[in-house]
């Protein structure tokens, strides 16, 4: 790595190769940040916290991503707080754009009268759009297998001293979580009667060992809302590469939802990964202390929280609440739950 440790004062910064140039790590990863020029202070901040939490010990490089062009502060901010490289990509117009098949005027009608959180939004919509189906498409990533998505205004709560890239690799994961959550109904009013359709001319693509009982509670007819929150996400970009995924975005794509509706890339990456892959590969991460506005991911277990150092209180702990899913994720998995997760329950 590039040292964090040097003490001269005003030092040049390295040369930006520095940092990955001395990886031994065999693991292709790289943070990944979908941003707007405006959201500088706050992934700024977001940023440093995970270099002081995380990343100074392991360096990765970063990738952000904007459907417009960075500016030279935005890039020189990034660059000034990180010890690893960075990329700053252009999202194509393509990936951010109507299909052709989308009736436009439709899509209009429906941002004026929705009434759901972003429900008259469009660039929160190209966003969805975007997470769900494109990003792993940009050629910047090509060269990368992990993934890990930050946004901006987000935060780690607890030291994360363990390379959690190699972590996943080695233990065969291919997605990563730290809060689940229920969605607003009315946002995906078709999303699952859209999936059964395609699962039923697809049911190949369907793993064996997989989570359908965890999102739906009637083996499969219903969906009942439970998604990994998407802003945290580590993950295999290979995944979305995959045939399986491509197609079921596309279909979900050509049904128009993500304008017709407002449906989420959340719930559509958690529908995916609890379909088609075996639930082994699914993690959810109870050591990664984390925060988006307005939940908190805080280890109870005491000895986690002492050993990440964490600054987060566990009583603020969303893990066991109703509103989550995880209490149900670790029923479904069988895992053992922390002391004192009952006193989330009423
Ligand atoms: P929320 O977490 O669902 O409330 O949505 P956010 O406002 O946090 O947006 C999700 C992510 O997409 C964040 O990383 C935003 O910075 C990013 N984002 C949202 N809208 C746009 C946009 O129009 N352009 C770009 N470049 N990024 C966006
Ligand atoms: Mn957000």
Redesign the pocket.
Known sequence: GNGDSKTTPLKEKEPESTATDTKTTTVKAAFV????NQ?LQEIVETVRNLEDRFNSKFHYPYVF????PFTPEFKSAISNVISSTVDFGLIPPAHWSYPEWIDQEKAATVRQTADYIYGDSE??R??CRYESGFFWRHELLDKFDWYWRV??STKLHCNVDYDVFQWMQDNNKMYGFTVSIKEFESTIKTLWSTTKEFLDANPKFIAKDNMMDFISNDKGKTYNLCHFWS?FEVANLNFWRSEAYQEYFDYLDKKGGFFYERWGDAPVHSIAASLFLSSDQVHYFPDIGYF?NPYNNCPLDQSIWQKGKCSCEPMWDFTFQTYSCTNEYYDFKKLKKPDGWKKFRN
């Not at 940040?33 to 707007?36: E, G």
């Not at 991503?65 to 417009?68: V, W």
Request: aromatic share 6%; glycine share 0%; charged share 25%.
């Open positions: 940040s979908l941003v707007r959201d991503l904007n459907n417009e660039s929160y190209h966003m946004e901006p802003n988006h």
